[in-house]
């Protein structure tokens, strides 16, 4: 029988230095687009795949992420006085159940393999999620429900793939394919940011990941990959051969928020997929461009 898929990993602890000096002091997770941090974004999107326990692997400096999910009663209490119900609503999904969320610390950022061997003990024997938050996906289905169903199809590992322009390989997580029915593709190797003339092919990971808990396994080798860091693509790498491993073409589009251009993106997108902004968004657009 297959294990149902309740766990989610959101890897936290990077130093965020393409967007200093906005987080010197501040998480990269917690820079909102339109009203709502990228954190929040996540917890949502896995939510609405059925995830009901978190684990957020943090480092210095992360605090605000952690008191975001908290109770804010002193704030609640004020809005309540002053019947402000929709600042009230506006709160509610920052909330999560009780003892649903736990934090590890990854003490030094030695690479995204080694985040996740951190959350090791919350992984356990079960079947996990990763959502990289500063990935962010606007999708009628929600990016990791789409993977939630492939892994219930497949029973194996699952990961979110997008085609990339060729001299762009470089910056990513890189497939080497097999059968493929156009939406999902058999994966036969996986490559951590391969030059162009390397690249077995041009299907780049984006941060959403459907994993069998013996990925820890291998990431607990230490290997270090690509920039000298222990990477997550490696120890993933490891588990082809032996387990279903898919690649899913998922619906939507990925703003890369970990970048000042994805970043600016996502904010237009989403801010003119919301009813109460489009047309202001829209009519100022005109004005600049
Ligand atoms: P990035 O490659 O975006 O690195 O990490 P970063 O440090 O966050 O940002 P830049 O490149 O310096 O601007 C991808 C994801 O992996 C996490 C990050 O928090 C982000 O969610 N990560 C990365 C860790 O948790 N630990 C690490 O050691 C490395």
């Known amino acids: ?96 159940e009780p003892g649903s969320m736990l934090t590890v610390r990854q003490q030094v950022p030695l690479g995204l393999g080694h985040a996740i061997w951190c959350a090791r003990a919350f992984i356990g024997d079960d079947p996990f999620a ?14 990791l429900k789409q993977l939630a169903d492939a892994y219930n199809e497949t029973g194996g590992n699952v990961v979110a793939v997008v085609e990339v322009p060729r001299e762009h390989t470089n910056r990513y ?12 593709v058999e994966v036969q190797g996986l490559v951590e940011k391969p030059a162009p003339a390397d690249a077995p092919s041009n299907l780049s990971i984006i941060g959403r990941y459907v994993l069998m808990p013996e990925v820890i396994g291998h990431l607990a080798k230490m290997e270090r990959g690509a920039g000298n860091e222990v990477q997550l693509t490696d120890g993933m790498a490891k588990l082809i051969g032996n387990q279903p491993f898919h690649g899913l073409r998922y619906e939507g589009i990925r703003f890369d928020c970990g970048d000042k251009a994805g970043f600016l993106e996502a904010q ?14 829209r009519a100022f657009l005109h004005k600049y461009v």
């Not at 959502?131 to 990016?143: A, F, I, K």
């Not at 997580?173 to 999902?184: A, F, H, M, Q, V």
């Open 1 to 96: 029988m297959r294990k149902p898929l309740r766990k989610a990993v959101l890897p936290v602890a990077g130093l965020g230095t393409r967007f200093l000096p906005a987080t010197k002091a501040m998480a990269k997770e917690m820079l909102p687009v339109v009203d709502k941090p990228l954190i929040q974004y996540a917890i949502e999107e896995a939510r609405a795949a059925g995830i009901e326990q978190f684990c957020m692997v943090t480092g210095r400096g992360k605090t605000a992420l952690v008191e975001h999910f908290d109770i804010a009663f002193e704030l609640e209490a004020t809005l309540r006085q002053r019947n402000r119900t929709d600042a009230l609503e506006a709160l509610k999904g920052s909330q999560v």
């Open 130 to 143: 990763i959502l990289l938050p500063d990935d962010l996906v606007l999708s009628e289905t929600p990016c």
């Open 173 to 184: 997580g890189i497939l080497k394919t097999g059968k493929d029915d156009g939406r999902l």
């Open 268 to 281: 237009i997108a989403f801010a003119l997929a919301r009813p109460d902004l489009a047309d202001a968004v």
